[in-house]
């Protein structure tokens, strides 16, 4: 049983087990507002604008410190996780709105600072030469600093755009990046080891979905055997597995090879080994099965050690809830199912003459594969072009004239604000109109601005709310 479980497990949080369904590949012409928001203190992000991916019950925690796991198990393989692609973004978006939260923190209202900059245009810190979306992704990002949250990953932030020369990179870009450090891995791992693949001969590697070992054929024997101890250090068959079920073509909108379809039919019983594994550190596989139960080695009901273990792990909050009555029932299908037939289970890459390829499809990674991946990211390259351009447009008719809404906004505040003036000392206007029943609207967009700038603070829920009519509650929380 395993004694000490360095990471915690997530119930519904993103995950490498639960893609997308094939069938719900999106376009290739299809663009994507790619967002997300990253959390150093639980390595992880939460993207939006991504597959819709079911979400999964269980899923091990992914670990974006490679560095780490590379000194300390042998690992060679990059991470495949999509959201480790991230990480080079949250480290300049992290430095940035850090290093800007401080310069707010100087002012006696931050909140008020921050509004100012992208919003004032009569303020002296008026930040030019920023498009409204981005002053929404500018100022949203300030606060949730300001607030002690993260600040999220856009790729219109000009931060990304400044430093990056476009947005985030795309699933199939990382995907590439991904596979261009495997295939060197391998390679080197070959060079250092004495291994020589005779030229034109096609190996296999293909990755089982429960220890991941990878398994070699195409070879004799004994240089299968070779190649196999070499490859397999650390998480290699791990980071092998994952990668290869992101770089499933359907994902891309072109047909899908076998081997996923084989794939997503046994993911679920896949999990629950998972499941069960890193709970107990038993093999399903090799357990005693009577009648669908399944018992330890020292005679145990399985479950009953695997609820045991889980009770165990949330009351040290080493674990999140998990739906157990939905996992158990999971757990009889596969127990009466059993793992008889799993020896051949798990996804196969090729690799020939030096370089890695992707089976049963014109439409993968390899060097005779890419044609639609270069067209991908000539699509992808076009496609900020185009931003580029229509960002300079925007600013330049805005050099004209402010928007619409500061156009509209100007005038309530400056209405507003002779209501207020006039209402203490006089109850007509400069302009003779009786001010005696003033524009509530008016007043409301006063209230709800003062709010969000941290000048007001509502002493009952009610009072942001103004009514149609005067009211007094308490003689405190007085509405007009």
Request: proline share 4%; aromatic share 12%.
């Given at each position: ?8 497990y ?54 974006l410190n ?31 709105y ?34 409204q ?42 995907n ?47 240089l ?11 998480k ?13 073509p ?12 084989y ?54 909050g ?21 793992w ?104 409301q ?36």
């Amino acid at each position: 049983m395993i004694n000490n479980i360095s990471y915690q497990y997530a119930a519904k949080n993103y995950s490498e087990y639960n893609k997308t369904s094939p069938s719900a590949a999106r376009s290739k012409n299809e663009k994507i507002e790619e967002s997300a928001t990253y959390s150093k203190k639980n390595d992880a992000a939460v993207i939006s604008s991504q597959r819709n991916a079911s979400d999964p019950i269980y899923t091990e925690r992914t670990s974006l410190n490679q560095n780490a796991t590379s000194q300390n198990d042998g690992t060679t393989f990059p991470i495949p996780s999509i959201i480790a692609k991230y990480e080079k973004y949250t480290k300049v978006i992290d430095e940035h709105y850090a290093k800007v939260n401080e310069e707010n923190k100087k002012f006696d209202n931050p909140a008020q600072h921050i509004w100012d900059k992208y919003y004032n245009t009569k303020s002296p810190y008026y930040v030019k030469g920023l498009t409204q979306r981005e002053r929404e992704i500018c100022s949203e990002a300030e606060k949730r600093v300001l607030n002690g949250l993260p600040a999220a990953v856009n790729s219109y932030d000009p931060v990304i755009q400044k430093t990056f020369g476009g947005g985030i990179m795309n699933d199939a870009e990382w995907n590439d990046e991904v596979r261009n450090g495997i295939n060197n891995s391998v390679n080197q791992l070959f060079e250092e080891n004495g291994i020589i693949i005779p030229e034109g001969t096609d190996l296999r590697l293909r990755v089982d979905p429960y220890e991941y070992n990878i398994h070699v054929s195409g070879v004799d024997e004994a240089l299968a055997r070779q190649i196999e101890q070499v490859l397999n250090q650390g998480k290699n068959g791990k980071y092998l597995y994952e990668h290869l079920r992101w770089c499933n073509p359907a994902y891309n909108g072109f047909e899908q090879p076998k081997q996923y379809l084989y794939d997503t039919a046994y993911q679920g019983k896949a999990v629950m080994w998972h499941f069960v594994n890193d709970l107990t550190g038993l093999d399903m596989r090799k357990l005693e099965n009577k009648d669908g139960i399944m018992y330890t080695p020292d005679g145990q009901n399985l479950w009953d050690v695997v609820t045991e273990r889980y009770n165990e792990l949330r009351a040290n909050g080493e674990i999140d809830d998990l739906p157990m009555s939905s996992l158990y029932e999971d757990y009889k299908v596969f127990a009466k199912e059993g793992w008889d037939n799993e020896e051949e289970r798990g996804l196969t890459i090729g690799y020939k003459n030096g370089s890695l390829y992707d089976i049963d499809t014109d439409y993968g990674y390899g060097s005779e594969q890419r044609t639609w991946l270069e067209n991908e990211k000539v699509r992808h390259s076009q496609y900020w072009e185009s931003y580029q351009k229509e960002k300079e447009r925007e600013l330049y008719n805005g050099k004209v004239t402010s928007s619409t809404f500061e156009q509209w906004f100007g005038k309530q505040m400056d209405y507003t604000n002779e209501v207020l003036s006039e209402i203490k000392s006089n109850i007509y206007g400069k302009n003779g109109v009786s001010l005696t029943q003033p524009d509530m609207s008016a007043l409301q967009i006063l209230v709800n601005a003062l709010a969000q700038r941290g000048r007001i603070v509502p002493l009952t829920n009610e009072i942001l709310h103004l009514p149609q009519s005067s009211m007094i509650q308490k003689r405190f929380d007085a509405k007009i």
